[in-house]
């Protein structure tokens, strides 16, 4: 199964834009790119996702790039909510394998 | 839509003894999974059901773990017995089969999960 690479750690300021990076050089052609944040004691909520177009909703943008080995989860305006652990995670067409991996911790400066 | 409900909230249990672990996923939703969550890390897959059948359970310890969904609605988890190491937070998602692009696609839904401390 596809494995994804993302920094341990990050920091923005209360209001700024963030551009949360993930790398997943062995994603497959029928792999989604799927993004969940989990505040702390709660369970992981979906944020995202998309396979090869950039994506927009309510809570963010994903931004994939043109061969598909790397994506980023853009938060237009950070706010001390966005606080949170930041999950990139591939999924496969059959559904089965959905694996986090350890995610990266944004911590949003007032 | 109600969300995925999850008890006990808390449970701290002695190495050895058993614990049961109870999920109702989201109504409609055939699809449920149960992740184990130690502190600092990302959650882990233990199984994936599709209605009542298992989909997935490679990652599951079936010496002491197990876990069912007879009616394809709610589901138990259960440790039996428990170790030091199963200290953690055990995370009950669902998600519908289909979703817009089809298959597969739709986005799991979880619960806050059941946090057991073992001493």
């Known amino acids: ?110 | 839509e109600a969300g995925v409900a999850q008890s006990p909230r808390y449970k701290i249990i002695e190495k050895r003894q058993s614990v049961a672990f109870w999920c109702n996923p989201i109504s409609g939703h055939a699809t449920l999974y149960w992740y184990q969550q130690i502190l600092g890390q990302g959650p882990k897959l233990l199984i994936q059901f599709q209605n009542n059948g298992v989909v997935d359970d490679s990652q599951l310890p079936k010496d002491r773990f197990s876990a069912e969904r007879l009616k394809g609605v709610d589901s138990t988890l259960k440790i039996q017995p428990a170790k030091l190491e199963d200290s953690a937070v055990y995370l009950c998602a669902s998600s519908s089969r289909m979703g817009q692009e089809g298959a597969y696609n739709s986005p799991l839904h979880f619960g806050n999960g059941t946090r057991l401390t073992v001493t």
């Open chain 1, 1 to 110: 199964d596809a494995k994804t690479t993302q920094p341990n750690s990050m920091e923005s300021n209360e209001e700024e834009p963030v551009h949360l990076p993930c790398n997943h050089s062995t994603i497959s052609g029928t792999d989604y790119i799927h993004w969940y944040r989990q505040l702390p004691s709660q369970g992981p909520e979906y944020v995202i996702h998309g396979l090869t177009s950039n994506v927009n909703n309510r809570m963010a943008s994903l931004a994939i790039a043109e061969d598909r080995k790397s994506s980023t989860l853009i938060l237009h305006r950070a706010t001390l909510r966005d606080a949170a652990v930041y999950y990139c995670i591939l999924r496969d067409n059959t559904g089965n394998q959905f694996y986090f991996g350890t995610g990266t911790s944004l911590t949003v400066i007032p």
